[in-house]
């Protein structure tokens, strides 16, 4: 009887202890995928500000007098990620790994690039150096 109490404590240890691994697998992977989707929306974010900051600065340009000069930035990588900025007619479209933004712009002379940009109102007219 004793050899019996024995081999059931050892099968019910080894099923609790099976039941309570699996939970943690379940665990991990739901907090897994939390974090995936944390991640996406945390890039979407990023390129969606890149995004209006360079509509900002070239409304800005169109707004103001003829004669305005500004230099601003635009960084090598979001989040230290490679990401593309793709500029066509009056839109650009910024996009990093999984997250990809358009938006409309005014019309420009010249291309986005990274790193330091100096825009331009020259009689109305709108340069990107």
Not at 4 to 17: G, M, T
Not at 21 to 38: C, P, R, S, T, Y
Not at 45 to 70: F, P, W
Request: glycine residues 6%; proline residues 2%; positive net charge.
């Amino acid at each position: 009887m004793c050899k019996h109490i024995k081999a059931q404590i050892a099968v019910e240890f080894i099923f609790l202890v099976s039941v309570t691994f699996i939970m943690l697998l379940i665990f991990l992977k739901v907090a897994g995928n939390q974090a995936d989707e944390l991640n996406e929306k945390k890039e979407f974010i990023l390129v969606k500000d890149l995004a209006y900051k360079i509509q900002y600065e070239i409304n800005m340009a169109t707004q103001v007098k003829s004669g305005y000069n500004r230099t601003f930035f635009i960084p090598e990588k979001l989040d230290n990620k490679d990401y593309t900025i793709t500029q066509t007619e009056n839109k650009i479209t910024i996009g990093l790994k999984n997250s990809e933004f358009t938006i409309t712009i005014p019309e420009i002379n010249g291309n986005i690039n990274k790193g330091n940009n100096t825009i331009i109102n020259k009689g109305g007219v709108i340069y990107l150096i």
